[in-house]
């Protein structure tokens, strides 16, 4: 925050982050943008049914220490769920009570992020973007530019990679996309 970084990124699922940021923020919370995600339930099944999106942002609220979220993010509905459109009633709801500023969608593949940006009912499209996989670039940018949708790049050091902490030897599984 002291050299000018004033937007940050987290969620439920990566332990006291929300609560780290709470803490850190709530004497200057006009002066920062906070975007959470949504949708990851503790069993590791992903919800995006209301009751639950509900008693995610009210939990996520009391961590940050805040009466509102600048982007809430659903993180990675399937296609099926995107198209069915009942999450994006849901962001729109808590829009007019005021718990959000803006709803988008982590999304979990460029196809997905293009079939949201082609609904045009986000706000926002977090999704894979660093200079090792620029795939958005040429398809997604120039559409969500069209529609005035947010871009947040995901991964911008790309798991690591990009931070000279590892090595070339570095082992990865084989379903790791860095491998």
Excluded at 17 to 40: H, P, Q, Y
Excluded at 47 to 73: G, P
Excluded at 75 to 97: A, C, H, N, Y
């Amino acid at each position: 925050f002291d050299y000018g970084i004033n937007f940050y990124d987290t969620a439920a699922m990566y332990g006291r982050s929300e609560e780290f940021i709470g803490m850190a923020f709530r004497r200057n919370r006009d002066r920062v943008v906070i975007a959470t995600k949504c949708g990851l339930a503790p069993d590791g099944a992903r919800r995006f049914d209301r009751a639950f999106m509900v008693e995610h942002v009210e939990r996520s609220l009391r961590r940050l220490q805040t009466d509102y979220i600048d982007i809430l993010q659903m993180r990675g509905p399937s296609l099926k769920v995107i198209q069915q459109g009942d999450i994006f009633l849901t962001l729109e709801w808590m829009k007019r009570k005021g718990w959000i500023r803006y709803g988008g969608v982590s999304a979990a593949t460029c196809e997905d992020a293009m079939t949201l940006a082609r609904m045009n009912c986000v706000d926002t499209l977090q999704i894979l973007y660093n200079i090792l996989d620029t795939r958005a670039e040429g398809r997604l940018l120039p559409l969500a530019r069209r529609h005035r949708i947010g871009i947040i790049g995901m991964s911008p050091l790309s798991s690591g990679l990009l931070t000279g902490k590892i090595g070339e030897r570095a082992k990865f599984r084989s379903e790791d996309d860095r491998n």
